[in-house]
């Protein structure tokens, strides 16, 4: 698990370093932890390694405050778990904005802060992710953002829930292929793989997805990816 701490007062910061850690050993979990004293140095980094699955932040910094910076992380990554920590209750509703998962109060409680993490590692574990490479950037992305990935020429492009551009990638079709869960996953098309559970409907020439962009199915894989189709939101629907 990789945590980051952005708290430009030290002993605040020290605390919350030796409460991560206890909880750390307390819970056999491999940790990186990483300390930042303002938002830009931490964005700085971040754009080198989007990877972090906890940040605890504190809101007043100078410089660029803390819920600024989390407005900036939402805008390219949805799933990170964000603690605020405060001596303030003033920014809480600024907090739902940014799906903050909590707000700890200065002094920080240790058990209060256990049971964030606790909560946050449980987050954690039913998500899946990969890393895929840009032409300026690794990328940490959750599998289930993934509507289709699409080949252009020997490299791809990913589709994204709510994101209207694609995002161009290093990896080939094949490469992604060998990837991603196929549980989850299924080649709908020669040039094309799509997520099972992103589909809305499916007809003879076109998948459709939630997010209302659609791809080509091939005659050959249609009954397949239906199947599949079917079998997926069947399950859904006998729970």
Known sequence: ????????????????????????????TTLILKRFETAESFLFQW??????????VDIQMSGMNGIEMAKKIRDKDKNIVI?????????????????AMHYLIKPVSETKLNA????????????KYILIHTQEQILKINTEQICYAEAMGHNCRLKLEKKDKLVEIK??????????????????????????RAIFRIDKV??????????????????????????????????
């Not at 964030?116 to 998500?127: G, Q």
């Not at 990896?171 to 099972?196: A, G, M, N, P």
Request: proline share 1%.
């Open 1 to 28: 698990m990789k945590i980051a701490i952005i708290e430009d007062i030290q002993s605040h910061g020290d605390l919350l370093t030796s409460y991560i850690k206890k909880w750390s050993v307390k819970n056999k």
């Open 116 to 127: 964030c993490l606790d909560r946050a590692a449980e987050i954690r574990k039913t998500e």
């Open 83 to 99: 603690i605020f920590t405060t001596g303030l209750t003033d920014y809480i509703e600024e907090g739902y904005e940014v799906e």
């Open 171 to 196: 990896e080939t079709l094949s490469q992604l292929e060998h990837i991603l869960d196929k549980t989850d996953f299924i080649k709908c098309h020669r040039s094309y793989i799509c997520r099972v």
């Open 206 to 239: 076109s998948v459709y997805f939630d997010d209302g962009s659609n791809i080509p199915v091939s005659r050959r894989m249609y009954e397949k990816v239906n199947q599949a189709f079917i079998q997926c939101f069947s399950k859904v629907s006998s729970v």
């Open 47 to 56: 754009e080198e390694e989007a990877d972090f699955d906890i940040l605890f």
